[in-house]
């Protein structure tokens, strides 16, 4: 899929299809995450894919924004690993390019996300982390829900040319 | 270009020719910028357009990283608008979401561009909230530079396999 098409027509899925993601098309989403640029290309990220329907329903309970992850065939979780950052609090920021990359990713490829947010929640970050049992240093950031779309929500044009500035405000 | 292809083949450039962005593509930078997620849709983000040579060479000054804007035909300031925020706090991640299309949306259309940090470094937001003239409420997130490449880097494959767990750590 052309990229600027993939920009524009992504969309959050919330409804999925019975049917689980291939194992080559997750490590497809992982490897557009991990191509995400980060700062002093720290690539400070860490990846959990859940898949185990009971954890995927539990999800639901620690945010209830993703309760939709207990119909899904799966989430990633994104992390940050603070023992890998190189420049002090841009986790926060490279971590999100890297949801951006995953949630393109899974668009071109036929798939359907929703990002549902972590961070800066912190009951959300504290229940992801004791769920799939993250290191003290490594932070849940956020949580991508994937799976075959069963919706297709149509594209939106959000240009706004008030929201653009020229040198000044 | 395809998306996969966009995700893996961008790479920071800071050499660029001496040559301007057209305005039509100017637009279809911000666009894809607007089109990224944000937390429950508030698209609170704002952007500054920066071609005034002074200014340029004036944001080296402000952020020693991003000297390259000095020799770059523009620039653009991603910034949070607080006052448009639905959520608290996540103004942080759906910028950084707007960047990385703007990141991508430029490499597909053939420019460079490179991402300058400026949250959380409160020196820098300063920095360029006053070199734009910025509103109290709107915070200075990130600038990226922007122009044709003179230089191509070439694609890493940044994937990891060590960075991938399976519902446990």
Known sequence: MDTLEAIHGRRSVRRYQDKPVPEE???KLLAAGMSAPSARD????????????????????????????????MAILVCADLSLEKS??????????TVE?????????????VWTGVYPRQERMDGLK???GLPEKVMAHSLIV??????????Q??????????NHW
């Open 101 to 113: 990359n995953i949630l393109l990713a899974a668009h071109a490829l036929g798939l359907g996300a």
């Open 130 to 132: 004791k769920l799939v």
């Open 42 to 73: 720290a690539q400070e990220w860490q990846f959990v894919v859940i898949d185990d329907k009971a954890m995927l329903t539990e999800i639901g309970e620690i945010n209830p924004n993703a309760k939709m992850a207990q119909h899904a065939p």
């Open 88 to 97: 002090v609090g841009y986790w926060v920021v490279d971590c999100a390019a």
């Open 146 to 155: 994937v799976g075959y779309p069963a919706e297709q929500p149509s594209p």
């Open 25 to 27: 098309l997750v490590r």
């Open 157 to 166: 044009d959000r240009y706004r040319s008030d929201r653009v500035h020229r």
